[in-house]
């Protein structure tokens, strides 16, 4: 019986432990302002911006796929 009774404990200290984690990160977003909010948002959609979008793949690309996922389903078999 007593290692259950370990188990519950432990079980029992996970609980707290996140529900302390969840409290600590719902006082941090309460803290901040809707300008705040705002900036960050306007950071990250910068950073994405910035990001140049992959070149699509050429044709002789596709078709080194094609084969290379087709001799991958044979040699399964």
């Given at each position: ?9 432990a ?6 432990a ?6 600590r990160?719902?006082?941090?977003r309460r ?11 306007h ?5 994405l ?6 070149a ?5 690309e ?5 084969t290379?996922?087709?001799a991958?389903?044979?040699?399964r078999?």
């Amino acid at each position: 019986m007593r290692p259950w009774k370990l188990l519950g404990l432990a079980g029992l200290a996970g609980v707290a432990a996140t529900g302390a984690v969840l409290a600590r990160d719902e006082r941090q977003r309460r803290a901040l302002t809707p300008d705040d909010v705002r900036a960050r948002l306007h950071e990250r959609h910068a950073a994405l911006a910035a990001v140049p979008e992959p070149a699509p793949p050429t044709p002789a690309e596709l078709r080194a796929g094609r084969t290379h996922r087709v001799a991958r389903l044979l040699r399964r078999r």
